[in-house]
């Protein structure tokens, strides 16, 4: 490994058990706190979320200030179950539909900026079965208590169901893919333990500024580019222990993988490139089946008319 990505681990990574609720409450200070949960078909799971982020960090301890579900396009009763534990639900095709809408994660992470109000954004998946809110005050600490922290990534033990047995061999795609890319052209960011992780924090005043993806690249490029502009020690990263949440089929990773190597690709050569990519599969009667993959981003939210809208 890179010598300058052990140096960054060294300084940078802290553990969830080091930002305890009262230490974090203490750094808040005037700082506004948003909690973003981007959902999808998410009725089974968001509830418990949200109703655990209310109970302890809002109601409770008043370190969250708003705690917000972002409803990306669902067909069940994501929205419904999101409201009736707490959250306040907007849909993305509500926001800002002068813009738009567009299917993805980064699409509803991107929206959330207008609808929230926070210098501080933690973004938390509505899928988590296994976690705790210490991943809210664990990835806000590192932010709250240090002024030249401007993204904190959550990494853990991600455990994986098969059906044969549970494991920590979650992260396929993370393994695969993001680190041995970070390793080869970024071996500076290669400590960095999960790039894709869905559990992170950041300054608004960094967020606004960032291109987004609009599907699972957000991730990777929100890494990437920070690092970038700012250099490696803008980013933190935070260890959550585990983490257990649904995991997605081998086809619907390989489509993860083409829109997360799409942005790093962007981002080191510079070149644009196609909105989708098209990933094909040989079906099961041994025909060619196509699935196209947007791969889109969002300009930065302060180049947007209209933005910051009214509070």
Same mark, same amino acid.
């Given at each position: ?17 080091? @930002? ?53 396009? #669902? #067909? ?14 907007? #849909? ?12 993805? =994660? ?74 041995? @890319? ?63 949440? =649904? ?65």
């Amino acid at each position: 490994m890179d010598p300058r990505a052990h140096e960054w681990f060294a300084r940078r990574t802290t553990s969830a058990a080091d @930002w305890p609720l009262d230490r974090v409450t203490a750094a808040k200070g005037a700082s506004r706190v948003s909690v973003v949960i981007p959902a999808r078909d998410e009725e089974a799971s968001v509830g418990e979320v949200v109703r655990m982020i209310r109970a302890e960090l809002m109601d409770g301890a008043g370190l969250v200030d708003e705690l917000v579900v972002m409803d990306s396009l #669902s #067909s069940d009763s994501t929205a419904e179950v999101a409201a009736a534990a707490g959250a306040a639900v907007h #849909s993305v095709a509500d926001v800002a539909p002068e813009l738009g809408v567009l299917a993805g =994660k980064g699409e509803a992470l991107w929206k959330s900026l207008f609808v929230t109000t926070g210098d501080v954004l933690v973004f938390i998946d509505a899928d988590l079965t296994q976690w705790g809110t210490h991943f809210v005050t664990g990835l806000l600490g590192p932010l709250l208590a240090d002024p030249t922290t401007l993204l904190a990534k959550g990494f853990y033990d991600r455990v994986l169901d098969l059906g044969t047995g549970v494991s920590a061999e979650g992260g396929r795609v993370t393994e695969l893919v993001a680190r041995p @890319w970070l390793a080869l052209h970024r071996p500076e960011l290669a400590a960095v333990v999960q790039p894709l992780a869905g559990e992170w924090a950041i300054r608004r005043s960094l967020l606004e500024t960032l291109p987004t993806p609009v599907g699972y690249g957000v991730e990777i490029a929100s890494l990437l580019d920070t690092a970038a502009r700012h250099g490696v020690d803008a980013v933190a990263q935070v260890d959550l222990g585990s983490r257990g949440h =649904k995991h997605q089929s081998l086809h619907d990773l390989g489509a993860m993988a083409i829109e997360l190597l799409a942005v790093a690709h962007r981002r080191l050569t510079g070149e644009t490139g196609a909105d989708v990519a098209v990933l094909d599969r040989l079906g099961r009667d041994r025909t060619w089946v196509e699935r196209e993959v947007g791969t889109a981003e969002r300009p930065p939210a302060l180049t947007v008319r209209g933005y910051p809208p009214p509070r």
